[in-house]
């Protein structure tokens, strides 16, 4: 009997990562529930029906019940078995409700990065500077369901800090870094002790920045980036940098993230840029020093 309900929370625990998963990719609603099915015989206690757990599947518009248990119809409490069953599963699944994160926020309601956000977190982890990190918004969290337990869920602004910490081996910035669980998802396993745990030197996480996007936000134009380049030695004229971005354009934006983007021109540009700092971060922003990559 217990051997059985423990299969039956596997199951379950199961199902809900899947179903956490595929509902944070906003693809389908999966709930879960007590069905009747019928019996196509007479059963021995004359009832010609049973009670199972299952789960419902919708999508596109279609709907589909699959029993994922077979009858759960207790002798003595049918309900107070799949209580337990439930409760059993929540247990055994990477469940953030159950996890040690730092903060749980168990409305579905929760923040979702905008693409400026994700630009920043590019930014700081091509730089290796935390400065970029305090420009994105403290509650906005990001999902990957299909993670292994305890690294389903995070901030991305404690994903920034971590990045630069491992980029510069700087443990004194996982003190900046938070763990965050969902109800469903738990992130547990990327706080601070996470952070300094992977920490192992120049490490850098390479997230591809997008250079037009970040130098647009900053209004670097066409002119003041070929200036640029000039101004440091690295072409003799603006003509030729405009020869060079049309024609050798690989070159060209190689020569603007090295000499353009991590420059101390530009790192203080960075603290212009149109953010979610609070007046404490932009404190902070203002105490951190440029330092070559």
Same mark, same amino acid.
């Given at each position: 009997m217990l051997e059985s309900v !423990?299969?039956?929370?596997? @199951?379950?625990? &199961? *199902? %809900?990562?899947?179903? =956490?998963?595929?509902r944070s990719a906003g693809m389908m609603e999966v709930t879960f529930g007590v069905c009747q099915f019928r019996d196509p015989f007479q059963r021995s206690d004359g009832r010609a029906g +049973?009670?199972?757990?299952?789960?419902?599947?919708?999508? *596109? *518009?279609f709907m589909i019940d699959r029993r994922i248990s077979r009858d759960v119809r207790p002798r003595a409490n049918r309900f107070g078995y799949l209580a337990f069953m439930?409760?059993?599963?929540?247990?055994?699944? =990477? &469940?953030?409700? /159950?996890?040690?994160?730092d903060d749980k926020v168990f409305s579905s309601n929760w923040r979702q990065p905008e693409p400026v956000e994700q630009l920043f977190l590019a930014l700081a982890t091509d730089i290796w500077s935390e400065k970029p990190c305090y420009l994105i918004h403290p509650d906005s969290m990001r999902v990957a369901g299909f993670n292994s337990r305890g690294t389903q869920v995070s901030y991305l602004r404690s994903t920034c800090f971590r990045d630069v910490a491992e980029a510069t081996n700087n443990?004194?910035?996982?003190?900046?870094v938070r763990s965050v669980s969902t109800f469903f998802l738990s992130g547990a396993s990327l706080g601070t002790q996470g952070c300094l745990s992977s920490i192992s030197g120049h490490s850098a996480v390479s997230r591809n920045l997008d250079m037009t996007a970040i130098l647009e936000l900053a209004d670097y134009d =066409?002119? @003041?980036?070929? $200036?640029?380049? #000039?101004?440091?030695g690295r072409l003799s004229s603006t003509e030729r940098a405009a020869y060079f971005r049309d024609n050798h354009p690989g070159i060209f934006w190689n020569e603007v993230r090295q +000499? #353009?983007? =991590?420059?101390?021109?530009? /790192?203080?540009?960075?603290? $212009? %840029?149109? *953010? !979610?700092?609070?007046?404490?971060?932009?404190?902070?922003?203002?105490?951190?020093?440029? @330092?070559?990559?």
């Open positions: !423990f299969m039956q929370a596997s @199951r379950v625990a &199961c *199902g %809900l990562r899947v179903a =956490a998963a595929i +049973y009670s199972v757990l299952c789960a419902r599947i919708e999508a *596109g *518009g439930l409760v059993m599963a929540l247990a055994m699944s =990477a &469940c953030g409700a /159950f996890s040690d994160a443990p004194a910035l996982c003190d900046k =066409a002119a @003041r980036v070929n $200036t640029l380049l #000039v101004e440091v +000499y #353009v983007i =991590a420059s101390p021109v530009f /790192f203080d540009a960075i603290d $212009t %840029l149109p *953010g !979610f700092a609070s007046q404490q971060d932009l404190q902070a922003m203002q105490n951190v020093a440029w @330092r070559p990559r």
